[in-house]
């Protein structure tokens, strides 16, 4: 039974570790493209007025 199921849990590894590999390289790219993000969002601090929409 073992035998039969190593292939589709090797399969699972690479596939998860392809996908760690490309949500890495999206980040890194938009953090090149856009900087980084902002410590608060405008209008999020406590007491502020609500931005218009």
Known sequence: MLGREA???IGAVIGDSADATVAALAVRAARRAFGP???TWPGTEPGSEPADR
């Open 37 to 39: 993000a902002p410590q």
């Open 7 to 9: 292939p589709f849990g």
